[in-house]
């Protein structure tokens, strides 16, 4: 496999999708913290650079500045929106406020022929989100292209490899993003296309037995793809000294324990019944972070009691993966969304070493991989479930009452949902599910009044996970589901339906 493509982030809402478009043209890389130094970025002998978007200033007391050393280490660097900027601003050009800041779609005209914009018509719809723009490009820059409001909307130093663009090409708005990032990675960078999901495989097989050893290790199974396919590669690896292990924390889907078992037939397969002690260590609390990290603790605490009855078990296989990574705040500059419960949740006294062969993949890469394992289809498309179950679909206490109406609640969506398929607009849903608020509500039912709760209907198409567009669901599909839940979940007497993207807002509501 190539050197690796580093992505330094600055903080952009859509750093993730970058690494996402750079891998999709089947070149490795992955996002670290802007902040690294030069020299710390020279030990990973990257092939290229990428310098990320982000929402600041360059004028902002407290930027984010790159080492402008970087610039010295003969690397072919391309820089996005914030990225470019921040280059002309180092390397000796003038940046200023826009008089007319551009968000949104514009169109971009070529100067002249560049090795960058090669495959860019000469006329091209690109998406702008930015206040500031580069007036005047540093010494050795020449313009590529520019917009009616923005005169560097591209530029180049082809002696040094220095690049720039003012505009977002890893977002669909962006037609021909793909064919510059092509042109920089390919051309400019000389970078080959060899990174692929199932070429992993042997790496990630490679990985687990060094790090366990001559030992054994239990893999958390949760039926999820992620810990299926950690489990298929950890066995790949290990055999016979491999030991699956299912908490049932009591937060799983209706039905959910009894598929698991049912679909790992051949592993050592342990199911540890706690739902009454997650449901203590729960009680009372309301805060999403403050549950995320009970929950992790308290799975740690049943995998080591797992461990210890085995004996000689020191490590624990999880299938993390790269957005929970990210999310987390773990392995760039980027703010904690959530701490998924198996990377920010894990407690500082957990005596099991961890490993984790997933971890810098995608969820759609991490398909690809389970398909070349041989798992059967019902597990690799399986829609994603998180860890901490129903407990992050309760907004509010979790308590045994809340977690059957949730339950029962999403059991009638996914009914419901898996009739169609597809949506409407030809995409497959990504997930589908209930949420229940913390909130009250008046209704009427049987000419009684009611003060019920009331549950949110979610359904995403996504790729990965790191963004996500809802469903236009038929309103005769949510009518049913409305009739159903008021009609067969006690305590509930209300249904709405969430049509939010992500970003803003995450798939999962805690």
Same mark, same amino acid.
């Not at 549950?291 to 490590?315: C, H, N, P």
């Not at 059967?376 to 901490?388: A, E, L, M």
């Not at 979610?458 to 159903?484: C, F, K, N, Y």
């Given at each position: ?255 959910? $324990? @009894?598929? +698991?078992? !049912? &679909? ?8 540890? #019944?706690? =739902?009454?002690?997650? *449901? ?122 809340? $977690? @059957?109406? +949730?339950? !029962? &609640? ?8 898996? #009739?169609? =398929?597809?949506?409407? *607009? ?85």
């Amino acid at each position: 496999m190539s050197a690796p493509v580093l992505v330094l982030d600055f903080g952009a809402q859509y750093n993730q999708l970058i690494a996402r478009r750079i891998r999709e043209l089947e070149v490795y890389c992955e996002l670290v913290p802007g902040t690294l130094s030069a020299q710390e970025i020279a030990a990973r002998k990257p092939a290229a650079l990428v310098l990320s978007g982000g929402p600041a200033s360059v004028f902002d007391p407290g930027a984010p500045r790159c080492d402008p050393a970087i610039f010295q280490l003969g690397l072919p660097i391309l820089g996005i929106c914030y990225g470019m900027q921040l280059m002309a601003f180092q390397l000796g050009g003038e940046v200023v406020r826009a008089e007319r800041p551009e968000y949104g779609r514009r169109v971009m005209t070529k100067l002249g022929p560049s090795a960058l914009l090669e495959d860019v018509p000469e006329h091209s719809p690109v998406w702008m989100s930015h206040g500031d723009m580069v007036r005047r490009v540093p010494p050795g820059f020449v313009v590529l292209a520019a917009t009616e409001t923005t005169p560097v909307a591209a530029m180049g130093d082809p002696a040094r490899n220095l690049w720039g663009v003012q505009y977002h090409p890893e977002v669909h708005h962006t037609p021909h993003g793909q064919a510059m990032l092509r042109a920089f990675l390919y051309q400019l960078a000389q970078i080959a296309p060899d990174w692929r999901p199932t070429s992993f495989i042997a790496q990630a097989v490679a990985q687990i037995e060094e790090a366990v050893g001559p030992g054994r290790a239990l893999i958390a199974l949760s039926g999820g793809v992620d810990s299926a396919v950690a489990a298929a590669l950890a066995e790949r690896a290990l055999g016979r000294r491999l030991t699956a292990v299912l908490i049932d924390h009591g937060l799983m889907r209706s039905g959910e $324990v @009894e598929e +698991v078992e !049912a &679909a790992f037939p051949h592993l050592d397969l342990r199911v540890v #019944r706690a =739902g009454p002690r997650f *449901l203590e260590a729960l009680r009372g609390v309301t805060d999403p972070e403050a549950k995320r990290k009970i929950i992790g603790a308290q799975f740690i605490k049943e995998f080591e009691q797992v461990a210890e009855s085995l004996g000689a078990i020191d490590t624990l296989i999880q299938g993390t993966v790269y957005p929970d990574v990210i999310e987390s705040g773990h392995g760039s500059g980027a703010h904690t969304i959530k701490s998924h419960h198996n990377v920010g949740g894990l407690p500082d006294w957990m005596r099991l070493k961890v490993v984790e062969p997933l971890r810098l993949l995608f969820k759609d890469e991490v398909r690809r991989v389970g398909l070349e394992l041989g798992l059967p289809p019902s597990v690799v498309w399986r829609q994603p479930f998180p860890g901490p179950g129903l407990a992050v679909r309760i907004v509010g206490e979790v308590t045994a009452e809340a $977690v @059957e109406m +949730v339950r !029962a &609640a999403d059991a009638i969506v996914r009914e419901e949902t898996a #009739r169609l =398929g597809q949506s409407e *607009l030809g995409e497959p849903i990504w997930q589908a599910f209930a949420v229940l608020l913390d909130i009250r509500s008046v209704g009427v039912m049987g000419d009684q009044r009611t003060y019920g709760r009331p549950v949110v209907v979610r359904a995403v198409h996504s790729e990965d996970g790191m963004t996500a567009d809802w469903v236009r669901l038929d309103p005769e599909v949510l009518d049913r589901i409305a009739h159903r839940v008021v009609a067969e979940v006690p305590g509930v007497n209300r249904v709405v339906y969430d049509i939010t993207s992500k970003p803003p807002g995450t798939i999962e509501w805690e």
